[in-house]
């Protein structure tokens, strides 16, 4: 089973309406009512190719209801920790031409509500053989929420993958992290300098590998990603851009790495299956779903370079 931690799922609310302008009030239809964030995203996608996941993180309220009904009638697996605080709402407004979002900054957590949270990771760590962390984390815990999590990982020796930049990045680096995914944005962020070309990719992973990670994955939009491992580094790319909302493609990466450490794969089979499944998270509408025929033409379509 593939964990997948969501600290701060979401309710994604889409409000459809026309001509969207400031100043003016805007009739909106309810267009849907989705469990999102990144963690769920990870795990509707494994669910979607029939891989077991489960889902975990902190919930509360009538949202927080709302959240698990969802993930029940989508079939995804969920096992969250409760808490007093209200789960956020993030609101979609669409119209014709254009999309905003807006996002809440979640619940804020006890101390005491996170170490119930950290028991139930615990015991579901007994039973995964891979882990994911993504995603933003809740007002009131602090920067080293993810270092821990990797920590308690390597002890239960199941490894991870982590998909986050800036603090909660340098802080888990020091915990050993299996696989680190950001992207170059949270890289730049992390590094404190700026990532040039191909070249900086390379070094930038490079650094990180120093820093701690066995594995570095530093994904770049429709370019691809650089992979750098003890064993060697490569560039993967799409075989050509995709179309659609990427919104959710470094997502089904993740989930992706997940899935090959799982299988025990090798890195170019993790990458084949990663540049796959992301660009087949761009052709769809929705994060947490993929193309499937998209994903499986630019698997077998990938363009995949050893880098020195
Ligand atoms: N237009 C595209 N066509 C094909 N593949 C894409 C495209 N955009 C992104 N990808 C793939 O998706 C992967 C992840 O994309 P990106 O670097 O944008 O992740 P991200 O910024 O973490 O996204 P998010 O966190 O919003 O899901 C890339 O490494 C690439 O393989
Ligand atoms: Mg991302």
Redesign the pocket.
Known sequence: VILAVCLNPALDITYRTTNVRSGTSHAVEVAGERAGG?GI?VARVLHQLGIASTVTGLLGGARGAALEADLDAAGVAHSFSPIAGASRRSITVVDPDDAMVFNEPGPVVASEEWRHFLDRYRDLLGAASAVTL?GSTPPGLDRSAYATLVGIAGAAAVPVVL?AGGPALTRALAQGPTVV??????VAETLERAIDGRTGLRAAAEELRARGAGSV?I???????VCATRGGAWL???P?????N????????TAALAAGLERADDWPEILRM??GW??G??ATHV?GEIDERVAAE?AATMVLEEMP
């Open positions: 990144k995203n993504s998909d995914a950001p992207n170059r944005a949270e994955v994904s770049d939009g429709p370019d691809g990603l993967a790319r799409p050509h851009r995709v179309t659609g990427p919104t959710g493609a470094g997502d089904a990466l990663g540049v992301a660009a998270a761009v994060a630019a």
